[in-house]
């Protein structure tokens, strides 16, 4: 099937009781059990739940993956993947990753005994020479947040797959719309399903997608285990996004395209990054491995006063965290999504004080682009 019509049918069958098109929302704790050691497939909330399952299996189907497995916050999702691994041993990560990831990862599971390498995965060699005896994972993030670098991610699957290694690739910014890491034969897929696949600022929450039996099995046991799960109407309401996430993503794309262009030709902004822009060193990548370029776009404006001016005066674009929503948000990454990263690796990664990260909506781009001018003005 195609894209369009997996996001509003796949996972989702008509009420059996009533009939109901949309698949309810079973706000249960427990089921009832028919007798001793004989029940309907379903045993505890925790454990199952059939809207849960309705969004897992939808997601995964449009990530062309098999399984799904949802938790209830991104960083629950990045978090389940760590029992994957256990302590000493070491994993390859991007160094330009969501700040929340470098957090946990580096603030938090260091104390656990893992071990971790912050490389440029945009280079391949870069990966093959971090690798140790006991890596055991290659976690990558393209395009990164915020500096929109890009990883090969057939090179990345061949150089797990070469050594048994486990490979890992945060899609959040892509969506399943415009990449599909499992089809260049990465492992699981991790998506914070707060973003882009719901869309609409009103849920948190996170999923991985896998082909593998054996990887699914050990995650599927981790979720009930460590009981982050989602409640059902999150996964309702996640459900209800997915429907509209090939037109969302679309008209993301469309207007991110005409605002690089605009940040980049006006000259307001120093740098523009985006994977859009035949000037991005990695443009023609974005083109042989994604279907599209997102709607994400950074940009150094030079000085921090300048970007303090657009930061505090807009009015269309909002000053917050997150990403993907259907409105257009902006922020200050030094500040906000990697104040936990020290200055001074911030800075290396091109993560400056005059540095701003917009997130471009649905709305129309003109008023957009209206904005960002009469906020310098």
Known sequence: MGFSTDAIHSGQQPDPVTGAVITPIYQTSTYAQEELGKNKGYEYGRTHNLTR????????????????????????????????????????????????TYRLFELVMKDYGLEFSWVNTSDLINIEKAIKNNTKMIYVETPTNPMLNLTDLKGVSEIAKKRSLISVCDNTFMSPYFQNPLTFGIDIVLHSSTKYINGHSDVIGGILVTSSDKIHERLRYIQNATGGVPSPFDCWLVMRSTKTLAVRMERHEKNAVQFAKFLNDSGIAKKV??????????????????????????????????????????????????????????????????????????????????????SVGIEDIEDLIDDVKNALK
């Open 53 to 100: 399952a309705s969004m897992e299996k939808n997601i995964a189907t449009l990530e062309k993956g098999k399984y799904g497995i949802a938790f209830a916050s991104g960083l629950a999702s990045t978090h389940a993947l760590l029992s994957l691994v256990k302590a000493g041993d070491h994993i390859v990560c991007s160094d330009n990753v969501y700040g929340g």
């Open 273 to 358: 990054f985006y994977p859009g822009l035949s000037s991005h060193p990695q443009y023609e990548l974005a083109k042989k491995q994604m279907r599209g370029f997102g709607g994400m776009i950074s940009a150094d404006f030079g000085d921090v006063q300048t970007a303090k001016k657009i930061l505090k005066n807009v009015k269309i674009f909002t000053l917050g965290e997150s990403l993907g929503g259907v409105e257009s948000l902006i922020s200050h990454p030094a500040s906000m999504t990697h104040g936990s990263v020290p200055k001074e690796d911030r800075e290396k990664l091109g993560i400056t004080d005059s540095l701003v990260r917009f």
